[in-house]
């Protein structure tokens, strides 16, 4: 639920991309909007589901389609609120590394966003992930970044050009409701030295469309969640569900698992990667009319910056991932831990293992075993038939922290390591999905 800052076909892949219809043409080009953002989402993570397909489909990329898609999707122009912008390293690797920032946003005045009953205008935002496609394009990670951490905001530029002031022990939401994407941008790059490459702002109410277009996403819920005070009400059960009940179900928090921020973000990933999952299979890709409901629905919940501001340059990213494969596409959370401080309670800061997740995003080499602990990949979503029910690592019950000295690249290695800890990982995985109102 969105708190304020107080608040405390397969075979397609392989087709090149289609040429643009309209370069030169003089077509409509929304990009140069400046005024605030109308886009939301909790699930910023449906930016990796659009990109796919999009990039499955080009093969069937008449013009009409084209035109249909491109005219959805919004452009925003925030390089001239950026300063002191973190130099990118040079890459040896096939394709250069990519990094996208992508953010939820819950403009209150926006068509069916301000499902709270929320007070006052405005934007708020839930949901940051930095998605980093690694340059030999073998592997792809989504860092979760929590709402309510604790952190040094920076100075950064406003819509007007005006300086906002920053500010010490800030929520990171915070960013987003001051000054929109520019703001989470800039605090990104001061906080972590990773460049921003390009970032996606999702709708909140365009998710539902996306969910309905595909007829549901599956879930295993293992207590009914009842929450009066926001009318959800989503019994127990393995099933698909659509519509509010999705929506309901990604932005549950105080009454499912543990009631927190963290396993809200957990089961979030857990509902992203079940909806690739669905999305990239046979029963939605052999199906023009849930396949095209879909990519319509997505495009109309983006807005994006002026180097995605096509469906031509957004498959291109898409094909990026035509030979990683579900498994190898991973979410993780940022390590944390809760701030001792009384007068933060229940905010997390990020623990010394945070800096060597940017390191390791920087360099773009894979995650350390300690680091990829308690991911959720979009082959093995927990309660899911034909999966383990758990995830692919054992993020532990108190925010996943773990010595920083284990160096090995996870790779394809077993969540369970050598087998000598095996049990152990498995008990801190269930302790996670427990935690998080996932089943096991």
């Not at 040079?90 to 992508?102: A, D, F, G, K, Q």
């Not at 496609?133 to 406003?158: E, H, N, Q």
């Not at 180097?307 to 993780?332: E, M, T, W």
Request: one cysteine or more.
């Amino acid at each position: 639920m969105p708190d304020g800052p107080d608040g405390q076909p397969a075979e397609q892949a392989d087709q090149p991309v289609l040429d643009d219809p309209t370069a030169g043409s003089g077509g409509r080009r929304r990009g140069s909007r400046r005024g605030k953002t109308r886009k939301r989402h909790t699930v910023g993570k449906v930016l990796l589901v659009t990109v796919v397909v999009l990039g499955m489909i080009t093969g069937l990329g008449t013009v009409w389609l084209y035109r249909d898609l491109n005219h959805n999707i919004e452009v925003l122009d925030v390089g001239g609120q950026l300063y002191d912008e973190p130099e990118k390293p040079e890459s040896t690797e096939p394709e250069e590394p990519l990094n996208i920032l992508v953010m939820g946003s819950d403009d209150r005045d926006g068509a069916g966003n301000n499902i709270d009953g929320l007070t006052g205008a405005g934007q708020r935002s839930d949901t940051t992930l930095l998605f980093h496609l690694s340059g030999d394009r073998k592997s792809a990670y989504g860092v979760s970044i929590p709402r309510d951490s604790l952190v040094t905001r920076p100075d950064c530029i406003g819509e007007n050009g005006k300086t906002i002031e920053g500010a010490d022990n800030a929520m990171w939401n915070e960013a987003f409701a001051l000054g929109g994407p520019a703001c989470t941008i800039q605090q990104f790059q001061t906080l972590t030295d990773v460049k921003v490459d390009h970032f996606v702002v999702v709708d909140f109410a365009g998710f539902k469309d996306m969910v309905d277009a595909i007829d549901g996403v599956p879930v295993c819920i293992p207590e009914d969640i009842t929450d009066p005070a926001h009318d959800i009400n989503i019994p127990a059960g393995s099933r698909e569900i659509e519509g509010k009940e999705a929506l309901n179900y990604v932005r549950a928090r105080y009454t499912l698992g543990d009631g927190s921020d963290i396993g809200r973000v957990k089961r979030q990933q857990a509902f992203i990667a079940a909806m690739a999952n669905k999305v990239v299979s046979g029963g939605v890709l052999a199906r023009p009319d849930r396949l095209i409901g879909f990519l319509r629905a997505a495009t109309k919940s983006l807005t994006v910056d002026p180097g995605l501001d096509n469906v031509v340059k957004l498959s291109k990213v898409g094909l990026g991932f035509k030979d990683i494969g579900l498994k190898k596409v991973r979410f993780i959370t940022i390590p944390w831990a809760y701030d001792t401080r009384e007068q933060y309670r229940g905010r997390v800061v990020w623990t010394e293992d945070a800096q060597l997740v940017w390191d390791r995003i920087l360099d773009d080499r894979p995650m350390s075993r300690n680091l990829d602990t308690g991911t959720i990949d979009a082959a093995n979503v927990p309660g899911s038939p034909g999966t383990s029910g758990s995830p692919s690592g054992g993020e532990s019950p108190s925010g996943g922290e773990s010595p920083s000295g284990d160096e090995s690249p996870s790779g394809d290695e077993s969540p369970s390591g050598d087998g000598s800890g095996g049990s152990e990982r498995d008990e801190a995985e269930r302790a996670t999905l427990v935690a998080a109102g996932l089943c096991t």
